[in-house]
């Protein structure tokens, strides 16, 4: 959602302002940060390399599973046409 103003359709004549450009650099950067900081456990945890792989494989997951069903909605989209 943050690429958008980043690297959207180059066809349009209408170019994002430099105000939502650096809006959606510093949206991407804090969902990276809080990406980053959420493996380390807050509190003592019995395996803590166990919890970080766990919530590596979800984001990772959740990543995944998302740009299939944006591939699958593109393709759909494409064969409705």
């Known amino acids: ?27 991407f950067i804090v969902t990276l940060l809080f ?3 959420s493996i380390f456990p807050v509190i003592d945890v019995p395996h803590p390399a ?3 792989w766990k ?8 990543n ?7 591939i699958s909605s593109r393709q759909q989209h494409r064969m409705a046409e």
């Open 1 to 27: 959602m943050f690429a958008i103003p980043l690297v959207g359709n180059r066809k349009l004549p209408i170019k994002p302002r430099i105000w939502l450009r650096v809006a959606a650099v510093s949206g």
């Open 35 to 37: 990406v980053v900081l």
């Open 50 to 52: 166990s919890y970080a």
């Open 55 to 62: 919530t590596v494989a979800v984001v990772v997951g959740a």
């Open 64 to 70: 995944v599973l998302g740009g299939v069903f944006y």
